[in-house]
């Protein structure tokens, strides 16, 4: 049987479904009620079509999401994650048989990032201090100084090999 478990002010509230046509929202007149200001009063329905149930979104000011995606209306599947504004629910059923098999349309997509920057919060996780970069004025004059010496003592070099030597 296929239920609805709503994670709800840290309590976790399972709803089976036995009726064909479900509404969820805030009001008291839904048959799944969730007392949370995010849901709207007619947030939700759930319709069933024959072993399966279909959820369409009622205009909700906050949206449906199933999956981490925006859904209007779309059959649930086993293990889909549902969030209606910021409550969380689960859809379960207990399967006898074999598990629940996703159809071919659902199959799951891997995206590549949209972007390649790291996030805002990222820290380093490095056990070692970063090391900065400071500028070494009094070694890079001693290399400055040597640099100047080497090219003092080539130049003095080829200036005595240009010497002759008196006849």
């Keep these: ?28 007149d ?6 949370d200001p ?3 009063s007619r947030h939700a329905q759930l319709i069933q079509d024959g072993e399966r149930y279909e959820l369409k979104d009622l205009d909700s000011t906050n949206g449906t999401r199933v999956n981490g995606q925006v859904v209007t209306q779309v ?11 910021k409550v969380e ?15 071919d349309t659902a199959q799951i997509k891997a995206r590549p990032a949209a972007t ?6 990222f820290t380093n996780a490095s056990p070692f201090p970063n090391r900065k970069k400071e500028k070494d004025t009094v070694g ?10 080497i090219l003092a003592m080539i130049l003095s070099l ?5 010497l002759h030597a008196p006849l």
């Design 30 to 35: 839904n048959l799944i009620q969730i007392d």
């Design 75 to 85: 059959f649930l599947h086993v293990g889909d994650r549902v969030r209606f504004g």
């Design 38 to 40: 995010s849901v709207s």
């Design 116 to 121: 390649s920057e790291k996030p805002a919060d």
């Design 1 to 28: 049987m296929p239920k609805l478990s709503i994670a709800l002010h840290d309590n976790k509230i399972t709803h089976e479904l036995t009726e064909e046509k479900i509404t969820v929202g805030r009001a008291p």
């Design 140 to 149: 890079l004059a001693i290399m400055a100084a040597g640099a100047f010496a």
């Design 89 to 103: 629910a689960r859809y379960e059923s207990e399967v006898t048989g074999e598990a629940q098999a996703l159809p």
């Design 158 to 162: 080829l200036n005595l090999l240009r």
